[in-house]
């Protein structure tokens, strides 16, 4: 019964599950305990306990360094996690579920039958259950704030994505990069005193630089923060003997609400892993059939996604593993020095971390003036400017560029690029062009893509596009580790996930010279590229995986993030726009290059050379006109640079000699030849 209601109804189990945790608590009551710590004494750092004090001043407080400083009830520090389950629930039953069904009925009851767009303005009304005026998309993000970084993570994901979520939601969804409710300023600057003091190890009195040098730079805080996040909040400050520096401290009680948030996310996920399959002669796959696996309904490891996806949490919760981020994203592509700029139109800008000030809860790094992607009006309120939206879609373009470079040159990939992380910036330093430059901000989330899987990738993109060959790319499945080895290893279900996979990508991608009718197994090759529909990917996906049993490892996730995060953006400015013209020629010239010497692109290479096994002159001349295409470089050009690597003259030679060996040059100088005269006669 219970695994009947779940297939229908699977968030109702859900709510069920809750309530039967809840049961079990001896008390509902949330627990939240004050975060309390006191400033160093003046006999351990000679700095007066007046004079610390006086940094909190300006705020209007009056407290002295003894008073505790209460956790906000925003993010309760400590209660077990069946008193989070029922705290989550309410919240999602409340501030989400309530409002949005009544505002739907509300809109229902009140709208003519003729009036279309009832349902459609629902987001930008305040509904019967909405709190404080709020409209529906504003109550929503609310309740996300309410819950706190565990589910901000994927409003902020969809806020991107306005092609995917009504358009007025993802605009309300944007408050969740860099807008939601702080904390107060008083309790940041003495977190920020407490870290940067015990940090410094400042024991040589109230003369002593380091102490001098914090207190100036606590001091110089700006009255209220510039950004606010879910896992902290930044300030513009001034530091003695360097300049203007953003500050992040991290929300008090934070780390003990993920803490939280991780077991009762686990929990769930065993419990549905639990679940037993319903049983059916048709209805298990066939390679669950062939093992001794108890069959169960869910077949996804939902458990190793839940401690993927909150480990990825825990690292941004650690500031000090940031800043090692940061210098390692800027020693390959900061404009300064980044060995990996050259791949590049033009390297970006990342800020400088000042180590020497960072601790596990506070960051200091270089400020950096500038403006979202996503500001393309001179006023509030104003009609877009052209000029202002070209400018945005060529630094979003860089930026994608910048991810595949990351994704497939070296494998060291900023996996949160929103629209609160990436900066337009004007060009004034030296080593960037006149102009405007892409700013990367925020390197919490810093992925490694292992060279199997990046060589994998090109080749999954080459045999799709130039190809259109779907068997092809389930065949790299292996490669990528994206299948567990019985299910690929079987036949049935390859055969299975050949279908599958054919009949999701005919809705995923649209061919401008097709109709959408027109199936990938069409005998016309070319190398038009494609439009890809994100949200059919989706919808596939949500299929594909379960059945399947799809492994998605970090590095995918990551990847399909940042990708989908960055093409989102693009799309807000130009609805036309499409990723795979970027990708497309990107792969193709990787593969022609094959720089880490692999055996399966060199396989894809060959591969798409081909026909029936048969050298074609046509497709190797298409394949540098696509090459060429990266680099706006003519097609002798591109040959010339391939020559000049080692890979790339044993591949001329090959393709030379079998050239030779079966006529192919001949063929194609006869037919030439003939052309000609047949031009001749006409003229």
Not at 389 to 399: C, D, K, S, V
Not at 452 to 478: E, H, P, S
Request: proline residues 5%; glycine residues 6%.
């Amino acid at each position: 019964m219970l695994t009947l209601l779940f297939r229908r109804s699977p968030t109702a189990v859900l709510f069920l599950y809750v309530t039967y945790l809840s049961s079990l608590g001896s008390s509902r009551r949330f627990v939240c305990d004050a975060f309390t710590f006191q400033l160093p004494s003046s006999s351990r750092t000679g700095v007066s306990a007046q004079k610390a004090t006086a940094v909190f001043d300006e705020t209007g407080g009056n407290r002295n360094d003894d008073e505790a400083v209460s956790t906000p009830t925003y993010f309760p520090s400590r209660s077990s996690p069946v008193v989070r389950g029922v705290e989550v629930a309410s919240i999602a039953v409340w501030d989400m579920a309530i409002p949005l069904a009544a505002s739907v009925i509300s809109s229902l009851s009140t709208s003519r039958p003729s009036e279309s767009s009832g349902i459609a303005s629902i987001w930008t009304r305040s509904g019967p259950w909405c709190k404080d005026g709020r409209t529906l998309a504003q109550q929503l993000v609310f309740a996300l704030e309410q819950l706190g970084p565990t589910y901000v993570k994927f409003g902020q994901a969809l806020a991107s994505r306005p092609d995917i979520i009504p358009e007025d939601l993802a605009e309300a969804l944007s408050a969740l990069q860099d807008d939601m409710i702080p904390f107060d300023t008083v309790t940041a600057k003495k977190l920020l005193l407490k870290e940067l003091l015990a940090s410094a190890n400042t024991s040589s009195g109230i003369d002593n630089p380091k102490t001098e040098r914090i207190l100036g730079l606590v001091e110089s805080l700006s009255d209220e923060p510039v950004a606010a996040a879910s896992i902290g909040q930044v300030y513009k400050g001034i530091l003695e003997g360097y300049g203007p520096v953003a500050v992040k401290v991290q929300r008090p009680g934070i780390r003990e609400l993920v803490e939280r948030d991780a077991a009762l996310l686990r929990s769930v996920a065993i419990w549905i892993e639990s679940l037993p399959a319903i049983s059916s002669s048709s209805s298990a796959p066939h390679s669950m059939k062939s093992t001794d696996k108890k069959q169960r309904l869910v077949a996804t490891e939902l458990v190793t996604a839940v401690d993927e996806f909150m480990s990825r949490i825990f690292e941004e919760l650690d500031y000090l593993n940031e800043a090692k981020n940061a210098a390692k994203f800027a020693g390959l592509y900061s404009h300064r020095n980044g060995t990996a700029r050259d791949t590049l139109p033009s390297g970006v800008v990342v800020p400088e971390i000042l180590e020497e000030l960072c601790t596990k809860n506070v960051l200091v790094m270089e400020w950096i003036e500038g403006t979202k992607l996503t500001n393309v009006t001179t006023s509030e309120g104003g009609e877009p400017d052209p000029i202002l939206q070209q400018e945005n879609l060529a630094l979003i373009e860089l930026g994608i560029e910048c991810t595949l470079s990351q994704l497939l040159d070296t494998g060291v990939m900023h996996a949160d690029p929103h629209g609160g992380n990436l900066l337009k910036v004007k060009c004034d330093e030296d080593g960037l062009q006149s102009g405007h430059n892409l700013a990367y901000l925020d390197f919490g989330l810093l992925a490694t893509v292992p060279t199997t899987v990046r060589d994998a990738l090109v080749c999954a993109v080459a045999q799709l596009v130039f190809a259109r060959d779907v068997n092809a790319v389930a065949d790299l499945f292996g490669e990528l580790d994206l299948l567990p080895p019985d299910v690929f290893e079987d036949p049935i279900e390859r055969a299975a996930l050949g279908e599958a996979l054919t009949l999701t990508l005919n809705e995923a991608l649209i061919y401008p010279t097709q109709t959408k009718d027109v199936g990938m197994n069409n005998d016309t090759i070319s190398t038009t590229v494609p439009v890809l529909k994100f949200d059919k990917v989706l919808n596939g996906l949500t299929q594909l995986v379960p059945r399947f049993r799809f492994q998605l490892p970090p590095y995918f996730l990551n990847n399909a993030r940042a990708l989908g995060t960055l093409e989102g953006i693009a799309r807000q400015l130009n609805p036309d726009f499409n990723v795979l013209q970027i990708l497309y020629p990107y792969a193709i010239h990787r593969i022609i290059q094959n720089p880490t010497k692999s055996p399966v692109v060199d396989e894809t290479l060959q591969s798409l050379m081909r026909r029936d096994g048969r050298l074609e002159l046509g497709k190797i001349s298409q394949l540098l006109e696509d090459s060429a295409a990266l680099t706006g470089n003519r097609k002798r050009r591109v040959l010339w640079d391939i020559l000049k690597t080692k890979e790339g003259r044993t591949l001329a030679r090959s393709i030379t000699k079998e050239g030779l060996a079966t006529g192919i040059f001949t063929r194609k100088m006869i037919a030439s030849n003939q052309g000609k005269r047949k031009t001749k006669r006409r003229s």
